[in-house]
């Protein structure tokens, strides 16, 4: 039913439920929260440039929960989650922590992207997101991941595609550093809330 090396329109949750147990090696994850738009109340979400953002379907923290709860499932041991986080949740403890409870996820490091561009802010203005690296069980790094030279603080402008577009050549060096060839690697919410 989905094709490998190819985008697949689905729900996400669909797909993940479809795959067998720790097949997959690497996973990419984006979770569409609205928490800081609902926090900043800023009065013109879904007018302007902001309209793409806010047309897409919404997650609740229980689809967070249980997106997680699947990737966890699907990941081989050792495997990587990459889980795109903003400030608004990595500071306000709101998710991230409570979204790994009844998995194997270990937090193991952060990379901290510099978008190059400015953006919203009540007082410092947003220039980052924040990718949580997580690692199933059991936490090993030399067999496991092999391009040492990844910096935690990452600058790419990328051109915006899509209201959630993410660096690509960061992500191309993860891939790399955390799979070989042959294994899969997964984004179960890469065009979107509900397709991949």
Known sequence: MYKLNSK??????????SLKDKTIKTAFFDPQ???????????????????????????????????????????KPSGYLFLWVDK???????????????????????????????????????????????????????????DHAIPDVWQEKVEKVHPHSKPIELQKRLIAATTVEGDIVLDPASGGVFSI
């Open 88 to 146: 608004f949740h990595l500071c306000n403890g709101i998710g991230v922590l409570g979204w790994l409870n009844d998995t194997e996820f270990n937090l193991v490091d952060m990379i901290v992207w510099d978008k190059c561009k400015i953006g919203m802010g009540y007082r410092s203005r947003r220039k980052s997101e924040y990718l949580v690296v997580l690692q199933k069980s059991p936490v090993k790094a030399k067999a496991c991941w092999s």
């Open 8 to 17: 697949n329109k689905a729900n996400g949750l669909d797909l993940l439920r």
């Open 33 to 75: 929260y609205r928490g800081v738009l609902d926090k900043l109340k800023y009065g013109n979400e879904g007018k302007g440039r902001g309209k793409a953002r806010c047309d897409l379907p919404q997650m609740d923290e229980d689809t967070i929960k249980a997106f997680i709860k699947e990737i966890d499932r699907v990941l």
